[in-house]
């Protein structure tokens, strides 16, 4: 096979490049290494920005988003049992917030690429990435039915995940890697249970942070502060109600949980993780390859869109015009951005946690939130980074 790009992993990252270079009259494969039906209900993010869906509905590829998802503008911080929202669409322009579950996102973008004519190879085992420093390097791949196949092309896009076999072929002591770990662990739990609120919670309590976030009508994800060494094991389903209730009521007694069908229970350790520069040779790193962010400001998924827009119009240029600067510059124009939204993350997880080891900080934390309920000039900036600048 030849083609003009591989693109290894078909994540957000992964199929919102595929879409562009396609409609751009560039050829590409797609490798994933798990079957379409994986790929399309993996529940992870559910937040998008609105410059990621401006940019899906620039290329057509927003239409059931548009028509399904709902618009968030507000969000709402608890602290000591007391409330107070900060309407950050209204502080910023108007924009708001898409509440669109990733794998919806996934789904559309696969439908799109097979109906523009696109190549994707599902359930596809030992991608390995050879020649990367050549003018044409090569993929090669087991397929489905065990047979071996090799792709020569003129690019890589390594779309493959925070486990990314793609940045794993660059030789060792190449990359820069910037790694941060919080101390901090998030009880991540999916359940089936329609929102007990209108507005994303975040709330700081002192056993610890609990957030309530927005899926759909019937689904809802929330998270609870742990250690990062807890077991889910520890945490029935009864104990997580339990806890939730506790720690995001307010002190009126007003507020009441709606529960449901716990669907998923997971330990995520808040970490942040970034390679520089984001390009080897002829292989580019996009997405949660490049940079691991956390979830706390919802900037995952857009970040790996951003990636892909920024690559998709290096190439574009590339094959029009023979012009190399996109392609040069790709990794220092996506890594502002990443460093923006890592900023802003690390600044909003000291916002909402408490750690009992140091009180410090946990006035720190109060202190902050106290600053952003009173000061239109904080909330404003806080918008602008929350709704995506
Ligand atoms: P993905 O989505 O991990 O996709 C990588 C794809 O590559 C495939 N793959 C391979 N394919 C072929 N060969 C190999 N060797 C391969 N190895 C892996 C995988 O099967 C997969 O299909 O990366 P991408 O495209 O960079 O997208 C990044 C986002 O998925 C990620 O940043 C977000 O999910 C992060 N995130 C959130 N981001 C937001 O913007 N808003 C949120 O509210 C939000 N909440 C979350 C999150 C991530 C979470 N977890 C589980 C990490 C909540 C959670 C719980």
Not at 158 to 164: K, N, V
């Given at each position: 096979v030849k083609s003009a790009v591989a693109v290894v992993g078909a994540g957000p990252a992964g199929l919102t490049l595929a879409n562009l270079t396609l409609q751009s009259g560039i050829p590409c494969v797609v490798l994933e290494r798990s079957s379409r039906r994986e790929v399309e209900t993996r529940p992870r993010a559910g937040v998008l920005e609105h410059r990621s869906v401006e940019l899906l509905e620039r290329h057509g590829l927003a239409d059931r988003l548009l028509a399904q998802a709902d618009r968030h503008g507000t969000c709402e911080f608890r602290v000591n049992g007391q409330a107070f929202q900060v309407d950050y669409a209204d502080l910023y322009g108007g924009r708001t917030h898409y509440v669109y579950p990733q794998q919806e996102v996934v789904t559309d973008l696969i439908a799109a690429f097979i109906e523009g004519g696109g190549d994707i190879r599902f359930s596809v085992d030992d991608v390995t990435l050879h020649?990367?420093?050549?003018e044409s390097p090569r993929v090669a791949w087991t397929s489905a039915d065990g047979v071996r196949d090799e792709i020569s092309c003129d690019f890589v896009a390594?779309?493959?995940?925070?486990?990314?076999v793609s940045r794993r072929s660059?030789?060792?002591?190449y990359l820069q890697e910037l790694v941060h770990h919080h101390g901090i662990g998030w009880l991540s739990i999916l359940a089936e249970a329609p929102p007990s609120t209108k507005a994303i919670i975040y709330s700081l309590h002192p056993d610890g942070f609990a957030g309530h976030m927005l899926r759909s009508s019937t689904v809802s994800r929330y998270y609870l502060q742990v250690d990062?060494?807890?077991?889910?094991?520890?945490?029935?389903d009864d104990r997580v109600w339990m806890e939730l209730q506790k720690r995001l009521s307010l002190a009126d007694g007003s507020w009441r949980l709606t529960t449901g069908k716990i669907t998923e229970k997971r330990i995520l350790d808040m970490r942040s993780h970034v390679v520089e520069?984001?390009?080897?040779g002829r292989l580019y790193l996009l997405g949660d390859a490049a940079h691991i962010i956390t979830p706390v400001g919802a900037k995952g998924m857009n970040l790996a869109m951003n990636d892909a827009a920024v690559l998709s119009s290096a190439l574009t240029e590339y094959y029009k015009a023979g012009d190399e600067t996109g392609l040069k510059t790709y990794s220092d124009d996506c890594l502002r951005r990443v460093w923006r939204a890592q900023e802003f993350s690390q600044w909003m997880v000291g916002m909402i946690h408490t750690s009992l080891d140091t009180p410090f900080q946990a006035r720190l934390a109060q202190a902050r939130l106290e600053h952003l309920a009173s000061s239109k000039a904080y909330a404003a900036s806080f918008a602008e980074n929350y709704v995506g600048p």
């Open positions: 020649d990367l420093t050549s390594g779309c493959d995940g925070f486990h990314s660059i030789p060792s002591g990062p060494s807890e077991s889910v094991d520890n945490w029935p520069p984001m390009s080897y």
